[in-house]
């Protein structure tokens, strides 16, 4: 059970003005408590607790985020989801879409569901590369599964993305974008090439370099020849 006196939001991108004096006097109560009874696991379990709380509020900004940005058309804003939630959140966009995509794998049920509670227990940064990986367009095997739902730590899960599942072509069918040299993009399916459009790589401009890295971040494109 999470104790919610000691519930933490988890890191976004930009810092978001809170009041810590309350946090950090409850860390100081809990301390001279487990002091007077002689008891240090009064803090240590308050420690876990911090650490499950940080593990869940990752997944619930995910569902957040993939629910927001799917109902947006209710909510009858006269602004867009990306004007609303990155100024008002401090979040990037790119961090948005990641965590969306973490969430939508499991909303559409592109995990098996017998792994959904264990990778539903891990750090939002152990997702999202297993959510990238899916949006790729790459195969991920029941053994592969077992490997990246019991791995120990980040390094590990993304060991067998590199290793195991990215050591191999995407499934028939995936699509994937190359930029190649001179900034024209290029999406593949099923070996055919299609051109898309082509970016500004010569620009001067401090924005459009900005947009360009921006859209490469968040694409998933892979350079080509």
């Known amino acids: 059970m999470v104790d919610t006196d000691l519930l933490l939001i988890g890191s976004l ?10 946090i950090l006097r409850r860390v100081d109560e809990i301390i001279e408590e487990a002091v007077a009874r002689k008891n240090v696991n009064i803090a240590i379990n308050a420690c876990a607790t911090l650490i499950q ?3 869940l509020s990752g997944l619930a900004l995910a569902k957040f ?3 927001i940005q799917r109902r947006w058309s ?6 867009t989801f990306e004007e609303e939630m990155y100024p008002r959140l401090g979040a990037h966009p790119t961090t948005i879409d990641r965590y969306i995509q973490v969430w939508k794998v499991f909303a ?18 152990d997702l999202i590369p297993i959510a990238k990986a899916l949006e790729q367009g790459y195969e991920v095997s ?10 120990p730590d980040f390094n590990t899960v993304a060991k067998v993305i590199r290793e195991d599942i990215k050591g ?3 499934r028939k069918g995936a699509l994937s974008i190359t930029e190649d040299k001179i900034g024209s993009l290029w999406a593949w399916k099923d070996n055919n090439r299609y ?7 010569d620009s001067d401009e401090d924005a459009v370099q900005q947009a360009i890295e921006r859209i490469r971040k968040g694409s998933g494109m892979m350079k080509g020849n």
């Not at 991108?13 to 309350?22: G, L, R, S, Y």
């Not at 559409?108 to 940064?125: A, D, F, G, V, W």
């Open 53 to 55: 709380a940080s593990q």
């Open 13 to 22: 991108d930009q810092p978001i003005k809170v009041d810590t004096d309350w």
């Open 195 to 201: 051109f898309v459009g082509s970016l500004e790589v």
């Open 142 to 151: 029941d053994e592969q599964w077992e490997d990246l739902s019991t791995a």
């Open 168 to 170: 191999k072509p995407p």
């Open 108 to 125: 559409e049920k592109e995990i098996p569901s017998e792994y959904h509670e264990r990778l539903q227990q891990r750090n939002i940064k």
């Open 74 to 79: 209710e909510f009858e804003s006269s602004s």
């Open 65 to 67: 985020f993939y629910s």
